[in-house]
């Protein structure tokens, strides 16, 4: 299992790392862009995906096509959680080293966002307020870990535990031989 967890888990995690960096990057260059946050989250969907065919692998080829509920899911969480640690592990050099501003340009973001989806005064209020505290809580490294953890981690958790439900498989009964 650690075999095929270190091989899923580690493109998953590059795949990622990539991926966020890059739409950070966007958002960091251009804050006036607007986002897709639907197709950002159908992404995440299907990068994440390789998850279930980690854990289908690892039923497949180690476990001779059969696997219970939780040897599934604990190879899907594992995955998920090698995955979601090299994204955090790149993001924080890349946050600190390179855009160590980041949040004052991320927030300059969400507000135009919030002002082209038609936000009301008292909204826009409320959106700053929030943004506030979190560029606030975003100043603690542990903050900074959790938050990017949460970002990706629960969906990879809930697609481990649907992949387990799907992939759970129980060995073949023998014919018994009359005689």
Known sequence: MKRNVLIFGSILGTILAVNGLFMCTRCYNHPEFESHDTLGYTALIVVLSLIFFGTRNYRNKQLGGSIT?????KTGALI???????YVALWLPYYYLVIPDFMDKYVIHVMKNAERSGATAAELADTASYMKKFQENYKSPLFVVLASYAEVLPIGLVVALISALVLKKK???PIPVQG
Do not use: H, K, M, Y
């Not at 509920?69 to 899911?73: D, E, K, N, S």
């Open 171 to 173: 060995p073949r009964e």
């Open 80 to 86: 998920a959680l090698l995955g979601s640690t090299i």
């Open 69 to 73: 509920f939780v040897q599934a899911l």
